[in-house]
């Protein structure tokens, strides 16, 4: 089996580097990469020079039209049996293939997914955004964690899938919530998805907190787009971040008017979030930064669900247009 590893990158030069490097290093090599220059300032055609002979890189530029068109460019031109999607910002680990090659004759799959974890060269942010994003306190282990709340859908910073399934299925849609409209169809088209563990890859998310709570803002109003696509789609576990922050306004009117002991339920709920990440992480310097990320996890995704329930099915408005994709992109 041929894999084609397809990858979107936008005035990320840096992020190549580490990411060739970590493919350069694989101890399976077969396979090409379809990097897709998505209309950048910043190119990294001289990070793609350096590696060239190292493996088979498929360098494409194209004008800027947002990262679900550069991954179908992506695959239109890829020439492997199984297509394999990275976002930039990831670093592989060198068994990567041989595990996912391992997995797939023993247990084979149409597409798989495989979770995320923080690396040793992680800043302290990283490792705090990591646990954000991937602790079951926080988003009830739905990026592939050992408890999961809701049946695995892969999401394309570490997902897989055959020729067969782009050929059946096509590629991915212009909307917020792209990789899981694409999991949902795949389901739905009768092929197998399956969830990977040992295929983790390390994900950097090179933001600072601002820019996380954009991120995990427009992951909240992807979940209602995917509702009005696939009603059924919508579970328990996508609400319970905008519950939280109606009860956490109502607990804090509520300690302000009628009793302030009130404030203990939020204060232990942290309490466990900093013992967890503490555990986790053997840092309690990241442990307490932990508490800020999961809180800006939690408050920008539940907002980013209740704006765009309020929008879209109250108000009955339509899904996002493809520029707004675009600009939410760059």
């Known amino acids: 089996m041929r894999f ?5 990158i936008y005035n990320r030069p840096d992020e190549a580097h580490e990411l ?3 493919l350069a290093a694989q101890t399976c090599n077969d396979f090409e990469l379809v990097l897709v220059e ?30 679900s068109d550069s991954r179908n460019v992506g695959m239109k031109n890829a020439r492997g049996d199984y297509f394999v999607f990275f976002d930039s910002d990831c670093i592989i680990p060198p068994d990567y293939f041989s595990t996912v090659i391992s997995c797939l004759t023993d247990d084979y799959a149409d597409c798989y ?15 705090a ?6 602790s079951f306190l926080t988003t009830g282990g739905i990026r592939g964690g050992k408890i999961n709340m809701e049946k695995f859908k892969p999401r394309t910073f570490n997902m897989g899938f055959s020729r067969k399934v782009y050929e059946a299925v096509g590629g991915f849609k212009d909307m917020y919530g792209e990789d899981i409209d694409l999991s949902i169809r795949i389901s739905r088209a009768g092929f197998v998805t399956k969830l990977y563990r040992e295929a983790y890859v390390y994900h950097k998310r090179r933001v600072n907190l601002k820019r996380f709570y954009k991120q995990v803002n427009i992951f909240g109003k992807a979940r209602i787009n995917l509702y009005k696509l696939y009603p059924d789609s919508l579970k328990l576990v996508h609400t319970l971040p905008a519950l ?3 009860g956490a306004v109502a607990i804090l009117v509520a300690a ?6 009130l404030l203990i339920l939020p204060a232990a709920y942290l309490s466990l979030i900093f013992i967890d990440a503490c555990v986790g992480t053997r840092s309690p310097k990241i442990a307490l930064l932990a508490i800020v990320t999961s809180l800006i996890q ?23 247009n493809i520029e707004t994709i675009k600009k939410v992109y760059k």
């Open 20 to 22: 060739l490097e970590s």
């Open 298 to 320: 939690i408050f920008g995704y539940g907002l980013g669900f209740l704006e765009s329930f309020i929008n879209k099915i109250i108000f009955r408005k339509s899904l996002e």
């Open 244 to 246: 939280f922050v109606i």
């Open 113 to 127: 997914g495989g979770p995320d974890r923080e690396h040793s060269s992680f800043t302290t942010m990283q490792k």
């Open 256 to 261: 302000i008017f009628i009793n302030k002991y």
């Open 129 to 134: 955004v990591n646990y954000a994003m991937t």
């Open 4 to 8: 084609s590893i397809i990858v979107p």
């Open 38 to 67: 998505d209309g950048s300032t910043r190119p990294c055609d001289k990070e793609v020079e350096m590696f060239k002979d190292k493996m088979d890189i498929n360098y494409i530029a194209k004008e800027n039209s947002g990262r």
